[in-house]
């Protein structure tokens, strides 16, 4: 079983490795695209801040994350499971789990295309959702050799957003978090983001933890039945419904 995740948009700032090695990475084949990538966005970086910013959709305040741009090449690096701060990340805690279960991960990036937690970066930004000059948009840029190169075998359980899911579009569970509430007396279910990143972010690790192994989106529900989730089953999705 293969679990997709996105990157986080809370990043540590600062490494305490080797500068990028980018032909050490991982998954080799995308070192072409990953340069060219790489190339457009320091050309962005380098250029007048306040179109850097607008293309990059940043505010005012993350000028800081240009300047770390600029410095891909040289900055120390870290690996990619202590790069990554988020939520999702902050209940996942991947640094906890061993190699068999950090294996069965890969988190797709806008300047990288896919990442292993063991891949060593350098601190950036550049979400997946952006239209980089002059390659234009980052998914369709990362779906051909994304297509080419990853071949999984057995579930595929993908927890990625939109915009990274469009990258490489591969028949797989979708994991969608519902929170219900009683309102006047009526059961509603909604969907809420920061929420929804923390549960995924759970659920990733009890699959990870205990090990879980499923062939179909039932069997996947049952065990995370069995781990304390309740869960549906819907058009090939999990929902997990988290009450109130």
């Given at each position: 079983?293969?679990?997709?995740?996105?990157?986080?948009?809370?990043?540590?700032?600062?490494?305490?490795?080797?500068?990028?090695?980018?032909?050490?990475?991982?998954?080799?084949?995308?070192?072409?695209?990953?340069?060219?990538?790489?190339?457009a966005l320091l050309k962005v970086s380098k250029g007048a801040q306040r179109p850097a910013l607008d293309v990059l959709g940043l505010t005012e305040g993350q000028r800081d994350a240009v300047l770390r741009n600029r410095e891909i090449k040289k900055a120390p690096t870290l690996r990619a499971s202590d790069?990554?701060?988020?939520v999702l990340y902050d209940n996942l805690r991947?640094?906890?789990?061993?190699?068999?279960a950090r294996?069965?991960?890969?988190?797709?990036?806008?300047?990288?295309?896919?990442?292993t937690p063991d891949d060593r970066i350098p601190p950036y930004r550049l979400a997946m959702g952006v239209a980089l000059p002059p390659l234009g948009g980052l998914a369709a840029t990362w779906r051909p050799v994304l297509t080419r190169t990853l071949a999984p075998r057995g579930l595929v359980v993908d927890m990625r957003s939109a915009p990274y899911a469009a990258?490489?579009?591969?028949?797989?569970?979708?994991?969608?978090?519902?929170?219900?509430s009683v309102v006047n007396g009526q059961v509603r279910r909604t969907v809420v983001?920061?929420?929804?990143?923390?549960?995924?972010?759970?659920?990733?690790?009890?699959?990870?933890?205990?090990?879980?192994?499923?062939?179909?989106?039932?069997?996947?529900?049952?065990?995370?039945?069995?781990?304390?989730?309740?869960?549906?089953?819907?058009?090939?999705?999990?929902?997990?419904?988290?009450?109130e």
């Open positions: 079983m293969l679990i997709l995740l996105p990157p986080s948009e809370g990043k540590a700032t600062e490494g305490d490795g080797e500068p990028l090695d980018l032909g050490g990475l991982s998954h080799s084949a995308l070192t072409p695209t990953r340069r060219k990538v790489l190339s790069l990554y701060t988020g991947l640094n906890d789990l061993d190699e068999a294996a069965k991960v890969l988190i797709f990036s806008g300047l990288w295309g896919v990442l990258a490489w579009k591969q028949p797989s569970v979708g994991v969608r978090v519902l929170r219900e983001s920061h929420m929804a990143k923390a549960t995924r972010g759970a659920v990733a690790r009890d699959l990870l933890l205990n090990e879980v192994e499923a062939e179909t989106p039932e069997e996947l529900a049952k065990a995370l039945e069995a781990l304390g989730h309740t869960t549906e089953v819907s058009l090939g999705t999990i929902e997990v419904i988290v009450k």
